[in-house]
């Protein structure tokens, strides 16, 4: 620690292991940005990670502080029936880590690594509801742009805001 303000050294991005899913689900949780369901998605989708999902090419990471401990994730995956697209289905920051750079971290490492696997974008997806707008201005910030709104996708009154980042520059 520096300045009582802890710093990003050490920490490491790596596969996701299956005994971490309970500490996803649970900084996932901790953000308070997500839905009761979306959280229990979370848990069914790492578990059918590990079952299946891996295989098919959907990729789980987890940043580790230096002594291991969990501190966000990044999933990404390509897009069944087509060719170069990939999403970014979730990523997550513990609620005490934000501001440090970390979630434009495994961004940049999800860029990468779809890139190398033959991706030419990247989508991603949340809410046009007030609550999210830390959230878009984020992917704004890291060089997504607006490729379309759904309106009243999610609920009355709550768009789904898709984001893509070209690739191939």
Same mark, same amino acid.
């Given at each position: 620690?520096?300045?009582?303000?802890?710093?990003?050294?050490?920490?490491?991005?790596?596969? @996701?292991?299956?005994?971490?899913?309970?500490?996803?689900? =649970?900084?996932?949780? /901790?953000?308070?940005?997500?839905?009761?369901?979306?959280?229990?998605?979370? /848990?069914?989708?790492?578990?059918? !990670?590990?079952?299946?999902?891996? =295989?098919?090419?959907?990729?789980?990471? @987890?940043?580790?502080?230096?002594?291991?401990?969990?501190?966000?994730?990044?999933?990404?995956?390509?897009?069944?029936?087509?060719?170069? $697209? !990939?999403?970014?289905?979730?990523?997550?920051?513990?609620?005490?880590?934000?501001?440090?750079?970390? %979630?434009?971290?495994?961004?940049?490492?999800?860029?990468?690594?779809?890139?190398?696997? /033959?991706?030419?974008?990247?989508? =991603?997806?949340?809410? /046009? $509801?007030?609550?999210? =707008?830390? $959230?878009?201005?984020?992917?704004?910030?890291? %060089?997504?742009?607006?490729?379309?709104?759904?309106?009243?996708?999610?609920?009355?009154?709550?768009?789904?805001?898709?984001?893509?980042?070209?690739?191939?520059?």
């Amino acid at each position: 620690m520096a300045g009582g303000k802890k710093t990003n050294q050490g920490m490491k991005l790596g596969k @996701t292991k299956p005994g971490e899913f309970d500490a996803l689900v =649970a900084l996932a949780a /901790g953000t308070g940005m997500f839905k009761k369901l979306e959280i229990e998605v979370l /848990g069914e989708l790492l578990r059918d !990670w590990q079952g299946s999902l891996e =295989a098919e090419g959907h990729l789980c990471r @987890t940043l580790r502080e230096a002594d291991g401990t969990p501190v966000g994730f990044v999933y990404h995956a390509p897009a069944v029936m087509t060719k170069g $697209t !990939w999403h970014l289905y979730w990523l997550v920051v513990d609620k005490n880590a934000q501001g440090r750079g970390l %979630g434009r971290r495994m961004v940049r490492h999800a860029e990468a690594d779809a890139r190398k696997r /033959g991706a030419h974008h990247l989508l =991603a997806e949340t809410s /046009g $509801t007030p609550r999210y =707008a830390p $959230t878009r201005t984020f992917y704004d910030k890291v %060089g997504y742009s607006v490729e379309a709104r759904v309106r009243d996708f999610y609920a009355p009154g709550d768009d789904q805001v898709i984001y893509r980042k070209d690739l191939r520059r």
